[in-house]
C-alpha cells in the first residue's frame, strides 16, 4: 500500500434507498425499507473507498470481515449517508468501524476488515479454488 492511511481517516458515501434495495425473500417483499443486505453491501463500499487512493497497482483489496448491527428503518426515498472510519490499518489489512444514518435515526453500525493482497495470489487463491470444485 502506498503511505498516507492512517488511523482515523474518514470516507463518506451517500445513496437514496429504491425499491431494489428492500427485503425479499423467494419473490416476495418483506417491506419497503432497505434491506439488511443492501445495508451491508453500501457498508463494504464505503470502507473500500478508503483503501482505494492507497492500492499499488498491483494490490487489490478483498473482504474479510463484516459485522453489523441493522438499527433502524430507512424507507424507500430516504438519503442515507454512511461513514467509514479506520480503526487499524498495516500492509495487508485495513479494518474500518462503518455508521449508516438519515435525518432521523441511525441506520446501521460495525466494521468491515479488508485484507490488502497482491492481485497474482488473488487469482491464484480464485484458480485453486475453481481446479478443486471441477474435480469433485
Known amino acids: 500500500m502506498k503511505s498516507g492511511l492512517y488511523v ?6 451517500e445513496f437514496d434507498v429504491t ?7 423467494g419473490g416476495q417483499r418483506v417491506h419497503a425499507t432497505l434491506s439488511t443486505v443492501s445495508l451491508v453491501y453500501y ?13 499499488e ?3 487489490e483489496g478483498i473482504g474479510a470481515a463484516v459485522e453489523v448491527r441493522h438499527a433502524a428503518p430507512a424507507p424507500v426515498g ?3 449517508r454512511l461513514l467509514a472510519e479506520v480503526t ?9 468501524k462503518v455508521s449508516a444514518e438519515h435525518k ?24 485453486a479454488m475453481r481446479i478443486c470444485s471441477e474435480s469433485h
Not at 43 to 55: D, G, K
Not at 104 to 126: D, F, T, W
Request: proline share 6%.
Open 8 to 13: 482515523g481517516y474518514q470516507e463518506t458515501l
Open 104 to 127: 432521523l435515526a441511525q441506520v446501521g453500525y460495525g466494521s468491515v476488515v479488508q485484507a490488502i493482497l497482491p492481485r497474482e495470489k488473488i487469482l491464484e487463491r480464485i484458480d
Open 57 to 59: 497497482p498491483h494490490e
Open 19 to 25: 425499491e431494489d434495495m428492500c427485503p425479499e425473500f
Open 43 to 55: 457498508m463494504e463500499w464505503v470502507a473500500r473507498r478508503v483503501i482505494l487512493p492507497f492500492l
Open 88 to 96: 487499524e490499518c498495516s500492509q495487508s489489512k485495513v479494518i474500518c
Open 78 to 80: 430516504t438519503r442515507v
